[in-house]
């Protein structure tokens, strides 16, 4: 249920209020893996590329 309710918040809160606020601007997702993991960084030092990165995640 924890679960249901946290994708929920996801997609309904936090996903559109990040690509109004910041915009979305991906490079390199061509270079990504299309399975399997992949590592991630963020180039700033800020609480909200947290969330920026959570947003960018399907």
Sequence with gaps: MQRLIRIIF????????????????????EH???????????NHNSHLDILYLIALMP
């Design 10 to 29: 996801l997609a309904c809160c936090v996903r559109p209020l990040v690509s109004l606020l910041l915009g979305r601007c991906i490079k390199g997702r």
């Design 32 to 42: 990504l893996p299309v399975s399997g993991p992949a590592i991630i960084a963020a």
